[in-house]
């Protein structure tokens, strides 16, 4: 079981690394605002796998919280973003 | 067997949002950027939670995982609308491979009802 839960971090935080890279190289706001919620999924996923590994069943409602916490950025910068567009 | 099958949920929930990342990096535009992140990332934290639900015998633990599967969910195909409307309003461009785009006339026309 051990190694499960290694191969899975390991996994995740490549994932991550990779995300930050379209983070950083991202072309226009509106990737960058998608790698921004893919690496809040991504969070959340490895909250549930520490919740797993430690037994530590309050992380899962910290991941519930991450996840409204994206949703709602999200929605915002697509509202903002709309915004912009209408000014010009 | 409970453990080969929670081990099973974690490594293929890890593979998928592996998936979602590789396709956020590698896909030529956003909208299929997109499609990558909504979809395989979905798909893995839900199978992630499904993991802990199955490691838990708590009933309440179990209930916040599936709140949290049917949340997910619900809001990842509302998030990626949202995104994909505010990105095509802004003319963001598509890939070089796209083979049709309907409403290139109508976007590239000023806004009366702003």
Redesign the interface.
């Known amino acids: 079981m051990n190694v499960v839960f290694i191969m899975v971090e390991v996994m995740l935080v490549l994932a991550i690394g990779i995300t930050f890279i379209r983070l950083v190289i991202g072309p226009t706001m509106v990737n960058r605002v998608v790698a921004l919620d893919l690496m809040a999924i991504l969070l959340v996923g490895m909250m549930a796998c520490e919740a797993v590994r430690t037994g530590e069943h309050a992380l899962l409602d910290v991941a519930v919280v991450i996840g409204i916490t994206a949703f709602i950025g999200t929605a915002a910068f697509a509202v903002l973003i709309d915004r912009e567009h209408k000014d010009e | 067997m409970s453990?080969l099958l929670?081990?099973f949920c974690?490594?293929s929930?890890?593979?998928f949002?592996?998936v979602?990342?590789?396709g956020?990096?590698k896909l030529p535009d956003?909208y299929q950027?997109?499609h990558a992140?909504s979809k395989a990332?979905?798909l893995?934290?839900a199978l992630?939670?499904l993991?802990?639900a199955l490691?838990?015998s708590?009933m309440g633990?179990v209930a916040?995982?599936f709140?949290?599967i049917v949340?997910?969910i619900l809001?990842?195909p509302?998030?990626a609308h949202?995104?994909t409307?505010?990105?095509y309003?802004?003319e963001?461009p598509l890939a070089k491979e796209t083979l049709s785009d309907e409403w290139a006339e109508d976007r590239k026309k000023p806004?009366c009802n702003?």
């Open positions: 453990d929670i081990a974690l490594l929930g890890a593979f949002m592996l979602a990342a590789i956020i990096l956003l950027r997109l992140s990332a979905t893995g934290v992630l939670l993991g802990a490691h838990s708590d633990v916040r995982c709140m949290a949340f997910f809001t990842a509302v998030g949202l995104i409307r505010a990105a309003k802004h963001e806004k702003g």
